[in-house]
């Protein structure tokens, strides 16, 4: 017969239950805890709502050439960015080429006059050992997850944009910053073999540094100048536009204007770095989806930066609802223009230059167009081309403009036939990427200069992708 449990026997068998489930919870907890923590290192993404939007204006206090990130407590989208790709101006260009298309180059969709173009951009990639990606649309999610997986304002502001053109612009910067190389468009075919380009052929960088004189600006030291004749150039563009009239306003929204359908460089240039911050910030700030996110991370003494609707002109256009926000029904080409394209990309460049010789005084400008190499004294030429269609034109204002306000007036740039550099930057003439335009003294596809050939089929851009 089981004798029946007395009341203090079964008080002792309630406790030992108390303690072993009380270890049993102890040991969950801990174990809850250090898992916990185990799982946070792999999460490196910060919190969206604990990181910075700062602007791209009013960096006047940032040398934004010489930006280190000292810790890893990263305060803000530009430090974060520093942070995942870490500019190492030493190592030269990758040799890749980046196009992007709606299909794969194997669909029956993809568009047939494409077909030769892309086939003359494989073979040259094979010739010179070059490696060849054509991003499709299907890919860009998982490949811009891969990239940029730890800045999640990026991947945000990427997937709210309200046109794929935008989206078009932006991926390009986003490829080259993450990975360098040479992005084109597809309506673009190469007319001289990669490894010829000025920014990589060495013997023509090693003559174009060793014989063109430093054009001098305030504050420059020529003997802190270290010598780097053979390092390639971290960021290579060519002019879009340079209408040499007295009226040019009336048609173009900058005097010089830089084009994007094809861009070379190293992966992290600073010049990228700035612009995917200008983007990112303003597409979160000015779309509606997104706004009230942006809204709390904004620099709020300068609202108006974010805004796209308060770019140039139109920031003084009083019947314009700068309080709209941006949906895939109101934006339109001037958006564009300054939001993603040409006109934020020139305006970046330009606000790069200029703040690299206002914060440095070791900043080598190498331009043959206004000086010409050794021989003749550059007064004496500014005075032979007086009314001439060279850059020599301008060369009083240009180096009044550098010696007295530190400057890079937009006439260092215009009208060149030969490249032109600033630091790491190499600044090739409208031939290069623009031959046979008929206009603004571009040259023929065979000149010497010419390396790309754009067939300005525009509209292939269009939204009928994923919209
Ligand atoms: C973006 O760049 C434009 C052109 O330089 C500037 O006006 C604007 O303030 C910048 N905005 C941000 C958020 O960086
Ligand atoms: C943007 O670009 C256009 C050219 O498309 C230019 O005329 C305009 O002044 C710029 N600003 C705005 C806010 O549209």
Same mark, same amino acid.
């Given at each position: 017969? !089981?004798?029946?449990?007395?009341?203090?026997?079964?008080?002792?068998?309630?406790?030992?239950?108390?303690?072993?489930?009380?270890?049993?919870?102890?040991?969950?907890?801990?174990?809850?805890?250090?898992?916990?923590?185990?799982?946070?290192?792999?999460?490196?993404?910060?919190?969206?709502?604990?990181?910075? =939007?700062?602007?791209?204006?009013?960096?006047?206090? =940032?040398?934004?050439?010489? =930006?280190?990130?000292?810790?890893?407590?990263?305060?803000?989208?530009?430090?974060?960015?520093?942070?995942?790709?870490?500019?190492?101006?030493?190592?030269?260009?990758?040799?890749?080429?980046?196009?992007?298309?709606?299909?794969?180059?194997?669909?029956?969709?993809?568009?047939?006059?494409?077909?030769?173009?892309?086939?003359?951009?494989?073979?040259?990639?094979?010739?010179?050992?070059?490696?060849?990606?054509?991003?499709?649309?299907?890919?860009?999610?998982?490949?811009?997850?891969? =990239?940029?997986?730890?800045?999640?304002? /990026?991947?945000?502001?990427?997937?709210?944009?309200?046109?794929?053109?935008?989206?078009?612009?932006?991926?390009?910067? +986003?490829?080259?910053?993450?990975?360098?190389?040479?992005?084109?468009?597809?309506?673009?075919?190469?007319?001289?073999?990669?490894?010829?380009?000025?920014?990589?052929?060495?013997?023509?960088?090693?003559?174009?540094?060793?014989?063109?004189?430093?054009?001098?600006?305030?504050?420059?030291?020529?003997?802190?100048?270290?010598?780097?004749?053979?390092?390639?150039?971290?960021?290579? !563009?060519?002019?879009?536009?340079?209408? &040499?009239?007295?009226?040019?306003?009336?048609?173009?929204?900058?005097?010089?204007?830089?084009?994007?359908?094809?861009?070379?460089?190293?992966?992290?240039?600073?010049?990228?770095?700035?612009?995917?911050?200008?983007?990112?910030?303003?597409?979160?700030?000015?779309?509606?989806? /997104?706004?009230?996110?942006?809204?709390?991370?904004?620099?709020?003494?300068?609202?108006?930066?974010?805004?796209?609707?308060?770019?140039?002109?139109?920031?003084?256009?009083?019947?314009?609802?700068?309080?709209?926000?941006?949906?895939?029904?109101?934006?339109?080409?001037?958006?564009?223009?300054?939001?993603?394209?040409?006109?934020?990309?020139?305006?970046? /460049?330009?606000?790069?230059?200029?703040? +690299?010789?206002?914060?440095?005084?070791?900043?080598?400008?190498?331009?043959?167009?206004?000086?010409?190499?050794?021989?003749?004294?550059?007064?004496?030429?500014?005075?032979?081309?007086?009314?001439?269609?060279?850059?020599?034109?301008?060369?009083?204002?240009?180096?009044?403009?550098? +010696?007295?306000?530190?400057?890079?007036?937009?006439?260092?740039?215009?009208?060149?036939?030969?490249? !032109?550099?600033?630091?790491?930057?190499?600044?090739?003439?409208?031939?290069?990427?623009?031959?046979?335009?008929?206009?603004?003294?571009?040259?023929?596809?065979?000149?010497?200069?010419?390396?790309?050939?754009?067939?300005?089929?525009?509209?292939?851009?269009?939204?009928?992708?994923? &919209?």
């Amino acid at each position: 017969m !089981i004798k029946p449990l007395n009341k203090s026997e079964f008080r002792l068998d309630k406790r030992t239950k108390q303690i072993f489930f009380g270890i049993l919870l102890l040991y969950s907890l801990v174990a809850f805890h250090l898992s916990n923590k185990k799982y946070a290192k792999f999460i490196t993404a910060p919190e969206i709502s604990n990181v910075a =939007l700062p602007t791209t204006s009013h960096v006047e206090q =940032l040398n934004l050439k010489e =930006l280190r990130v000292k810790d890893r407590k990263l305060k803000d989208l530009r430090e974060q960015l520093v942070m995942a790709f870490p500019y190492e101006p030493e190592k030269p260009i990758p040799r890749r080429i980046w196009q992007t298309w709606k299909v794969k180059e194997d669909s029956l969709d993809f568009p047939a006059s494409f077909r030769s173009y892309q086939r003359d951009w494989t073979e040259a990639a094979t010739l010179q050992g070059f490696e060849y990606m054509l991003v499709p649309d299907d890919n860009i999610e998982a490949f811009l997850q891969n =990239l940029y997986g730890e800045l999640p304002l /990026v991947l945000k502001a990427f997937k709210e944009m309200p046109k794929n053109i935008l989206k078009a612009d932006f991926l390009r910067y +986003l490829l080259l910053y993450a990975r360098g190389g040479i992005y084109s468009d597809m309506d673009t075919f190469p007319l001289k073999p990669l490894n010829k380009w000025p920014s990589v052929d060495r013997e023509k960088l090693k003559t174009f540094k060793e014989t063109r004189k430093p054009v001098p600006y305030k504050g420059f030291k020529s003997e802190e100048v270290v010598a780097q004749n053979e390092r390639e150039p971290g960021l290579v !563009i060519g002019i879009e536009a340079d209408p &040499d009239r007295t009226d040019w306003s009336d048609w173009f929204a900058r005097r010089i204007q830089f084009c994007q359908w094809t861009i070379q460089s190293k992966p992290g240039h600073p010049v990228l770095r700035e612009l995917i911050l200008n983007i990112t910030a303003t597409t979160l700030y000015s779309v509606s989806s /997104v706004k009230k996110t942006a809204e709390e991370l904004i620099d709020k003494t300068h609202k108006n930066d974010y805004n796209v609707n308060y770019r140039d002109k139109r920031a003084r256009d009083s019947h314009y609802d700068h309080d709209e926000t941006k949906t895939d029904k109101n934006v339109d080409g001037s958006d564009i223009m300054n939001w993603t394209g040409p006109g934020i990309f020139s305006d970046m /460049v330009m606000q790069y230059l200029n703040n +690299l010789i206002q914060n440095n005084n070791d900043v080598l400008l190498l331009n043959g167009n206004i000086y010409t190499p050794t021989t003749v004294d550059p007064a004496e030429a500014a005075a032979q081309d007086e009314n001439g269609v060279s850059t020599k034109k301008f060369y009083r204002k240009i180096i009044e403009s550098l +010696l007295v306000n530190r400057h890079i007036p937009w006439e260092f740039f215009t009208l060149i036939t030969e490249p !032109i550099t600033v630091d790491d930057l190499m600044i090739l003439p409208i031939t290069s990427f623009s031959p046979d335009v008929g206009q603004m003294n571009a040259k023929g596809m065979d000149d010497e200069m010419a390396l790309v050939k754009h067939q300005f089929e525009g509209s292939w851009k269009g939204d009928a992708g994923h &919209d």
